[in-house]
């Protein structure tokens, strides 16, 4: 008893033909996948089913499982009223993952519910599914901004879960492709949508979860990614195991990637067990970067490890250029953990007296007082890349076509309110995208009067 097999599905609500009104007949494939694997489904006869939705309970830093007995839903805000669901929710198997993830340090729970009803990502599975099949009990998990190697952390906790209790179980997970495969989807085509679409499809097919974990944030940022976290709790979820990877089908005529695909487990087999090789591949990547740091990041590591570790400011500087101890400077220290952006602090022109105190003063706020993060764990120290970015001086300009953002960092001012944004960052690839950004930073209207200053930066990695 425990894992039988793993589905990954879309959940436009389209699909359901008392919504789409004739717009499913275009993506007739993904509807004859999708009564595939509910007769799949039924063949196996779960006990539970685990579906992972985009679209439930969503926080920064905490995957949300739905607690109680179940809960109901319905597609009114879609315009639908004549479907609807009720289901009862696997209390034990849920009390089992909480309890795990409490022990293994993941942010995970029950914690926080803001919303009991179903939503779109789990009614629409659950529509087909129940088509061929009732009787099992559900677990709805959602997804969070954690890493998406945290996802798959927890999607190994879940299989310990289900093979503490014996379950025969069957993963869903919920989720959409690329949002950016035409100018007539939700979004703005990129080109990274349909490269995204390529590399998940061709993962998929294959069963290589790997590189799912490899892809880079930003780049699934630009693509309009929707599901990738869902998949990866499920590929956690099937970690160590020999799958029978099939894609069933995939189709994007709206702008949006929908992929079908399934993966039946076949036993064990220890060389998936994916995390742990990321896990070696990282620490080789970092171990190589921190030895190819220059002199600045070299401070600024140093800096932050010097204060969680002795509680007080770094009060000398190790060997520097000269340069670095006699010009003055404004700095910015970013830090980053998983591809992720886990920290920001600089100074917009020179608050000390060189650019090496500059550095020593941000690193510390960097790590201990970016009010958007909680403050960086001595444990963590070890997985930090950092960025020092020494600003030159910045100069007014009258319209946002002498803007580059790949080139130069921005400044908007309007009254009292103002805000600075570095050049050359990831997901921000146009003026506009650049322009909108410090705009909402500084909370200025897009309507109201203001101005902008330019300014390059050397960026030291």
């Avoid at 679409?197 to 930003?218: H, M």
């Amino acid at each position: 008893m425990s894992v039988k097999a793993a589905f990954a599905v879309p959940h436009p609500p389209m699909l359901l033909p008392e919504i789409g009104r004739g717009q499913e007949r275009k993506v007739n494939e993904t509807l004859k996948a999708y009564d595939k694997i509910a007769l799949e489904i039924a063949e196996l006869r779960p006990e539970t089913i685990l579906l992972i939705s985009p679209h439930s309970v969503l926080y920064a830093d905490y995957i949300h499982i739905s607690p109680g007995k179940g809960a109901s839903g319905d597609f009114l805000k879609f315009g639908e009223d004549s479907v609807s669901f009720r289901v009862d929710y696997d209390e034990e198997l849920v009390s089992e993952i909480t309890a795990l993830t409490a022990e293994q340090g993941i942010y995970a729970g029950t914690l926080g519910e803001k919303q009991k009803t179903l939503d779109h990502g789990t009614m629409v599975p659950l529509y087909f599914i129940n088509k061929r099949y009732t009787d099992y009990k559900l677990i709805r998990i959602s997804i969070s901004g954690l890493s998406p190697r945290e996802h798959y952390a927890f999607g190994r906790c879940v299989q310990e879960a289900v093979r503490s209790l014996a379950r025969d179980v069957v993963v869903v997970a919920s989720g959409d492709l690329s949002h950016c495969l035409s100018e007539e989807g939700p979004y703005h085509y990129t080109e990274e949508g349909p490269e995204f679409d390529r590399i998940v499809v061709e993962a998929l097919q294959k069963g290589d979860f790997l590189t799912l974990l490899r892809l880079e944030e930003g780049f699934c940022q630009l693509a309009g990614e929707c599901g990738l976290r869902s998949f990866l709790i499920m590929a956690g979820i099937l970690d160590g195991l020999a799958v029978e990877p099939a894609m069933l089908s995939y189709e994007g005529p709206f702008g949006v990637g929908y992929a079908v695909a399934s993966f039946h487990v076949k036993g064990e087999d220890p060389s998936r067990q994916y995390e742990e090789i990321f896990e070696r591949e990282e620490l080789d990547h970092l171990a190589q970067r921190k030895a190819g740091e220059d002199e600045l990041v070299q401070l600024a590591r140093l800096s932050l490890e010097h204060y969680l570790k002795e509680r007080k400011e770094l009060s000398h500087t190790p060997p520097l250029s000269d340069e670095w101890k006699n010009r003055r400077a404004g700095v910015f220290v970013s830090l980053k953990k998983d591809g992720k952006l886990r920290g920001c602090i600089g100074t917009t022109g020179p608050t000390t007296g060189s650019i090496a105190e500059e550095i020593i003063q941000n690193a510390v706020s960097a790590g201990v007082g970016d009010p958007r993060f909680e403050p960086v764990r001595p444990e963590e120290l070890s997985r930090l890349v950092y960025s020092v970015d020494v600003l030159g001086d910045s100069e007014p300009i009258a319209s946002k076509d002498m803007l580059d953002p790949a080139r130069y960092g921005i400044i908007v001012e309007s009254g009292r309110k103002k805000a600075l944004l570095l050049p050359n960052l990831d997901g921000i690839k146009t003026i506009d995208q650049q322009l909108a950004v410090v705009l909402q930073k500084a909370g200025i209207g897009a309507d109201e009067n203001y101005t902008m200053r330019r300014f390059e930066v050397v960026r030291h990695l």
